[in-house]
Nanobody, 120 residues
Framework: QVQPVESGGGSVQAGGSLRLSCTAS????????MGWARQAPGKEREDVASFDNDGTVTYADAVKGRFTISQDNAKNTLYLEMNSLKPEDTAIYYCATNFGFFGCVGEPNWGQGTQVTVSS
């Protein structure tokens, strides 16, 4: 499978915003089972937000009310709008197809990741 490609990471101050993008190939893009996870230094990867296998949107408690996941079907692109960023949001953010908080058919297909750094 072709890996999805993330973009939009960078460095911001606490309270700032970033929008991450993830472009998937036509044969892997879907309105279901696509989402974002992140991995901070020294920590395990954690799920952040996803469109689950029934189209339901799920967010991690740590990002609820601050992050918004969305899609542009015409562009085969998944987005993660991140507002009110905190230093603890610093991590590599990964996009994946075949991915959802409650499981999807097949193994997740992860992108290479994009770094997000939030300074205090």
């Amino acid at each position: 499978q072709v890996q999805p490609v993330e973009s939009g990471g960078g460095s911001v101050q606490a309270g700032g915003s970033l929008r991450l993008s993830c472009t998937a190939s036509r044969d892997t893009y879907s309105n279901y089972c696509m989402g974002w996870a992140r991995q901070a230094p020294g920590k395990e990867r954690e799920d952040v937000a996803s469109f689950d296998n029934d189209g339901t949107v799920t967010y991690a408690d740590a990002v609820k009310g601050r992050f918004t996941i969305s899609q542009d079907n015409a562009k085969n692109t998944l987005y993660l709008e991140m507002n009110s960023l905190k230093p603890e949001d610093t991590a590599i953010y990964y996009c994946a197809t075949n991915f959802g908080f409650f499981g999807c058919v097949g193994e997740p297909n992860w992108g290479q990741g994009t770094q997000v750094t939030v300074s205090s």
